[in-house]
């Protein structure tokens, strides 16, 4: 996968397919601490041990279509391209928590790439779950809670509302991104002079 | 600390076009189901179901609901999606894309021409 947001996406899907009512995505990075973390955690059925203790082997699948478990096993290589490593924390009943560390700068880092495309699909694919996503840039921390936003009355079925709730994901996290000081118009002046 | 508050949701929503009704559940017509595995995901399901997304908010229809699913072993024909419109067949499309998406959303489920020179199979 090209973007780091579509594993995460796989991941929530995982935890959608195991009976999850509530998903918790955290994103942290840290550019001084050249790191990236992200966690998963479901409350859904959980897994047996031995699909928990081997989450890169992708001939480990409870699925009946096909004898491949291929999601987990792609994230983990992703992982270990940049010095990164995954771990699942899971018991039967008690939900899933998938974690997995990249470093930040290195080169084979895939692209964290539309995490808001990511989230208002989830939200839009499955209004019946509550989402809850933290994604911390050096400090700064950007928080949404979907069950929080319903019981606010907010529309989350709507698609026009989902487009605006994309829309603040994106401007948010692009803002979070920017290094410090650095305002949009600044930017533009320096690639003005870079030339 | 940016925190999405349901004021803030509501001012975006007031600064851009229109005010969009509050839906009260009503009779679903038209099912599409985006099948997000991870093969779906990997050949590009997302992009798809975010072009439906678009086509929804503009057709700004109570009747259609939009839900994912998981793989349905047929990883090779992926993004595949399943378009059920009420007391007809439903139709499995094969290697969606975002203007496929579109031309199937506008025809198959606003107005229900099975678009077959996309579709893998009746179910």
């Known amino acids: ?195 | 600390m940016p925190k999405l508050t349901i004021d803030d949701l509501k001012r975006i929503k007031e600064e851009t076009t229109k005010a969009t009704a509050v839906r009260h559940g009503g009779e679903v017509r038209v099912k599409i189901t985006v099948h997000m595995g991870t093969c779906g995901i990997a050949a590009g399901a997302r992009d798809v179901m975010k072009s439906l997304m678009e086509e929804m908010a503009e057709a700004d229809r109570q009747d259609i609901r939009v839900v994912t699913s998981g793989c349905m072993g047929m990883c090779s024909s992926e993004p595949n999606i399943t378009v059920e419109v009420l007391d007809s067949e439903p139709i499995v499309y094969q290697h969606m894309d975002a203007n496929r998406m579109r031309q199937v959303f506008r025809r198959h489920a606003l107005q229900g021409e099975v678009q077959t020179d996309f579709a893998l199979a009746k179910l």
């Open chain 1, 1 to 195: 996968m090209r973007e780091l947001s579509l594993h995460i996406l796989d991941v929530v899907e995982n935890g959608i397919t195991a009976g999850a009512g509530r998903i918790e995505i955290r994103v942290e990075e840290s550019r001084p601490a050249d790191r990236l973390s992200i966690a998963v955690r479901d409350n859904g059925r959980g897994m047996p041990p031995e699909k928990a203790g081997n989450p890169e082997d992708p001939f480990i699948t409870s699925r009946t279509t096909r004898r491949v478990g291929l999601g987990l096993s792609l994230l983990a290589a992703a992982a270990r391209r940049c010095e990164g490593d995954l771990s699942v924390a899971a018991a039967p009943g008690r939900g899933t928590e998938v974690r997995a560390h990249f470093r930040h700068s290195h080169i084979d880092r895939a692209p964290l790439g539309d995490m808001a495309g990511t989230l208002s699909m989830l939200i839009l694919g499955n209004p019946h779950i509550d989402f809850v996503y933290a994604h911390t840039v050096d400090g700064e921390e950007l928080t949404l809670d979907t069950r929080e936003l319903i019981d606010g009355g907010a529309d989350l079925r709507d698609p026009g509302t989902l487009r605006q709730l994309e829309r603040w994901i994106r401007d948010t996290l692009e803002r979070m991104h920017r290094p410090p000081g650095a305002s949009g118009t600044e930017e533009s002046t320096h690639a003005e002079t870079d030339d």
